[in-house]
């Protein structure tokens, strides 16, 4: 699966008509599928993360989602368990530090302004269409970023950048 095919199928579960998957289970199932890790289309795992974890507001569920496919990514070509933590941490914070700059921060509702706990919030959130949008597009942002991971080339420069890091 290329990383094009990675985002429009991120794309298609998100702004599914039916709603059955949120940002951090479209990101998930996305690059689990990517990755081509076993259960890929179980968005299961992620499910409660969305909308910054139960709709807590906190980190992005685009990011969460995707940190889980990264983990089992990671683990599964890293043998050694700590040494597979710290690559998955590098790799995803990573991913959080480009996200922060583009967007101004990782925080759910700094993102969409929304307290999605409150009475009547996720209602109005909808409404807006903003997930359409703004959330749709960090989604795919974060989905690319991470897809390429999949390929062997990307992988070997993913590592090579993490040991090269200063600590």
Request: net charge negative.
């Given at each position: 699966?290329?990383?094009?095919?990675?985002?429009?199928?991120?794309r298609?579960?998100?702004?599914?008509?039916g709603h059955?998957h949120g940002?951090?289970?479209?990101?998930y199932?996305a690059?689990?599928?990517a990755?081509?890790l076993?259960?890929?289309?179980?968005?299961?795992p992620?499910?409660?993360?969305?909308?910054?974890?139960a709709y807590?507001?906190?980190?992005c569920?685009?990011i969460?989602?995707?940190?889980?496919a990264?983990?089992?990514?990671v683990?599964?070509?890293?043998?050694?368990?700590?040494?597979?933590?710290?690559?998955?941490r590098?790799?995803?914070?990573?991913?959080?530090?480009?996200?922060?700059?583009?967007?101004?921060?990782?925080e759910c509702r700094?993102?969409?302004?929304?307290?999605?706990r409150?009475?009547?919030?996720?209602?109005?959130?909808?409404?807006?269409?903003?997930?359409?949008?703004?959330?749709?597009?960090?989604?795919?942002?974060?989905?690319?970023?991470l897809a390429?991971?999949?390929?062997?080339?990307?992988?070997?420069?993913?590592?090579?950048?993490?040991?090269?890091?200063p600590?």
């Amino acid at each position: 699966m290329t990383e094009a095919d990675a985002v429009e199928h991120a794309r298609r579960l998100f702004l599914d008509e039916g709603h059955a998957h949120g940002c951090a289970e479209a990101a998930y199932v996305a690059l689990a599928t990517a990755y081509g890790l076993d259960g890929a289309g179980d968005s299961a795992p992620a499910m409660a993360l969305n909308g910054g974890v139960a709709y807590g507001g906190g980190t992005c569920g685009a990011i969460t989602g995707a940190a889980l496919a990264v983990g089992r990514l990671v683990a599964g070509r890293i043998d050694d368990h700590r040494e597979a933590k710290r690559v998955a941490r590098e790799i995803v914070a990573g991913v959080m530090d480009e996200f922060a700059r583009e967007h101004g921060a990782v925080e759910c509702r700094a993102l969409i302004g929304y307290d999605l706990r409150a009475p009547g919030q996720h209602d109005a959130f909808i409404a807006s269409g903003l997930w359409r949008d703004r959330c749709m597009r960090q989604i795919e942002e974060t989905v690319g970023r991470l897809a390429p991971l999949a390929g062997d080339d990307a992988w070997v420069e993913a590592l090579r950048e993490i040991d090269e890091a200063p600590p």
